[in-house]
């Protein structure tokens, strides 16, 4: 049931673009009625293993998967008895608004249903499809919980409203990957998604996105991080897309502590407009943003970075770099510092450049072929230290730099 | 002499269209040491990197024969595969790009010898650097005992050391001068640019050849003792002038 005000304002975004990349038209795509599906029927679709295979999902990973969405059809949890006990939830948002009090409390907190255009669209037309997990105070889920969220039917708009709430003192490690079957698909994702950290909690939330050339993508992301709490976020693509814009929000409370990570690799003639922001709202917070922007083909990077220093002492780090592959792509870096109290430490740096021949010419003094050289620059530009790492996340970040690195010949 | 692994014919030297040196000559033999002297900007790098085929340094006319076979228009990590490495004087900085990996990659590639290799890495104190960025933040002496390794380790038929112990401390010196002594045990022939006295004098007794280039010219290859003595007495000009090749 929407709220009816919030649902008044949602129609009247429906034209209010975004800030940030370019404007899409929203009617040509089909929106479908959601439905819950056997795990059979998943795992057995060609196109499902199509899609997650080209995240690095192996099929184990998509058959343990918290949450799978393939299309308008979902697929929820099949986790694991213990998780359960612990009181774990992994269920649609759907779901969890009809049978969960925390889950209608926060919902629609931290993103306005009219946000953007994009927002509206989702939140008026989406049925709230998506997953919602809750880990409860204290229970500390160190294995990671996988969702996946595939598109595997052309012209279909996929919207959907995540929602993870990690409790006071509690962990957990999430990995979704975001996909289309065939390399050529046109359709568009819009993903909202609203995550909770509680006091002295911990959230590890790992985002590999593999697309198409027809992809329009309009993820919209905020995370309010409580004292004490820590956030870690790695972003990866290396598809093309069509466009892609996002710009994830983080508001951290007093002592909280967040680490921004960003890998995007862009070919083909795709728009990545891809940030990260983060407001220092209580003393004693810390924020780090870290980006790798990789632009071949005619692609067009722009990677935003902001740290608002509302308040001190604090202490908020930017770090940008690109690389760029051809002679045709373009990448542009947007740090932005914006201190309103005088303990606030911001800092940023940035760099732009193309593979060094020196570098290239010395790989090969010790016989690696021009290939080979190349590839190895790009995996030592791509590999950010990200301690937060759970092994089994560093798995999958490391499958997926590899292949960025293996067809980043450019 | 050995057999002959290395041959420098008649070869004109050009860097980015200029040439630098003309008409070298030089032939080096299966597991020995050679020595390159010469003051600074005489050519010496442009030599060694050119008999490695590293651009923008190029043998216009003449040739480069590696054990037998012509390798003048071999592009650089053919020459590798063939068995000819050079040793860079300033490897640059990699980021990200960990020691253990280039490592890794290496025994892969061309099947070393473990009971070498460890030696070698021994010698040469590279264990503490598996964990680092490729030269990276390194110390002088770590990153020319990381790239002297990195040169051996594949036991090439002749390694080109440009400047192994230029601005080493002593205890890397003697390091690198082991890891030389291990190589030509194997059969690898080195051909060792180096200014330092300390250096020059601890290889005496390993050198067959020392070469002197002077002014764009290979002037004089000859015995340690024909060559070194001279040049310490009365500097490279005065060298290259007694030694009749120079006027």
């Not at chain 1, 969405?69 to 269920?91: H, I, N, P, W």
């Not at chain 2, 228009?73 to 040793?87: F, M, Q, S, T």
Request: aromatic share 6%.
């Amino acid at each position: 049931m929407l709220n009816k005000n919030m649902a008044e304002a949602a129609r009247k975004a429906l034209s209010k673009p975004a800030p940030y990349g370019p404007d899409v038209d929203l009617s040509k795509y089909d929106v479908l009625n959601p439905r819950r599906i056997e795990p059979t029927e998943i795992l057995e679709q060609e196109r499902v293993r199509d899609a997650s295979g080209r995240l690095g999902f192996t099929p184990e990973i998509v058959r343990k998967a918290g949450y799978v969405q393939v299309d308008e059809a979902y697929l929820a949890s099949a986790l694991v008895e213990s998780l359960r006990k612990q009181g774990v939830f992994v269920m649609s948002t759907a779901e969890a608004l009809r049978k969960l009090d925390i889950a209608r409390e926060v919902a629609w907190t931290l993103i306005r249903p009219d946000t953007d255009k994009y927002v509206a669209t989702a939140y008026l037309y989406g049925k709230e499809q998506g997953y919602f997990i809750y880990v409860p105070p204290g229970v500390k889920v160190r294995t990671p919980i996988y969702t996946c969220l595939l598109i595997t039917r052309g012209m279909t708009a996929q919207l959907l409203h995540n929602i993870i709430y990690v409790a006071d003192g509690a962990e957990a490690n999430v990995v979704t990957g975001c996909s289309i079957a065939g390399l050529h698909a046109e359709a568009l994702h819009i993903g909202v998604s609203e995550f909770f950290v509680g006091k002295g909690a911990k959230l590890t939330f790992a985002m590999i996105h593999a697309w198409s050339k027809g992809a329009v993508v309009r993820p919209r992301t905020a995370v309010r991080v409580a004292e004490g709490g820590r956030y870690v976020s790695y972003y990866m693509i290396y598809s093309a897309v069509h466009s892609l814009q996002s710009y994830p929000k983080v508001t951290l409370g007093r002592n909280a502590s967040t680490s921004l990570y960003s890998i995007i690799s862009g070919e083909g003639e795709g728009i990545y407009d891809v940030g990260s922001s983060a407001t220092l709202a209580g003393p004693g917070s810390s924020a780090e943003i870290i980006s790798r922007n990789l632009a071949k083909d005619k692609s067009r990077v722009v990677a935003r970075a902001e740290i608002v220093g509302e308040s001190g002492p604090s202490k908020g780090h930017i770090e940008c770099m690109g690389l760029i592959l051809s002679d045709t792509a373009y990448i542009s870096t947007v740090p932005l510092l914006d201190s309103r109290n005088p303990e606030a430490t911001l800092t940023h740096e940035a760099a732009i450049g193309k593979i060094g021949e020196d570098q290239l010419t010395y790989l090969m003094s010790k016989g690696f072929s021009e290939e080979e050289a190349r590839a190895l620059i790009i995996r030592g530009f791509l590999s950010v230290e990200a301690p937060d790492l759970p092994p089994q996340v560093k798995l999958s970040v490391d499958r997926v730099t590899e292949l960025i690195s293996s067809k980043g010949h450019g | 002499m050995g057999n002959e692994v290395l041959r420098v014919e008649d070869a004109d030297i050009y860097v980015a269209g200029k040439r630098i040196l003309r008409k070298v000559n030089l032939s080096v033999g299966a597991g020995e040491l050679h020595i390159v002297m010469g003051p600074n900007a005489s050519g010496k790098t442009t030599l060694l990197s050119a008999i490695a085929g590293v651009e923008p340094y190029e043998v216009r006319s003449g040739k480069v024969m590696l054990a037998g076979e012509d390798i003048t228009n071999y592009p650089l990590h053919e020459r590798v595969e063939k068995g000819l490495v050079l040793a860079y004087q300033n490897p640059p900085s990699f980021k990200g790009v960990k020691v253990s990996e280039i490592l890794k990659w290496l025994r892969r590639k061309f099947d070393l010898d473990p009971s070498f290799t460890e030696s070698l890495a021994e010698i040469l104190d590279i264990h503490k650097l598996l964990g680092r960025d490729l030269f990276s933040g390194m110390s002088g002496g770590e990153r020319k005992r990381l790239e002297t390794y990195l040169t051996l380790s594949i036991m090439p038929k002749v390694a080109l050391l440009d400047e192994p112990d230029s601005g080493v401390d002593l205890d890397s010196v003697g390091r690198i001068l082991e890891a030389i002594k291990l190589a030509l045990k194997h059969g690898v022939s080195v051909v060792l640019v180096t200014h330092s006295t300390h250096m020059l004098n601890l290889v005496r007794p390993l050198t067959n050849t020392v070469h002197l280039i002077f002014k764009g010219h290979l002037v004089f290859s000859g015995l340690y003792d024909e060559v070194v003595p001279l040049v310490i007495k009365r500097g490279f000009e005065g060298a290259a002038k007694a030694l009749g090749r120079w006027s």
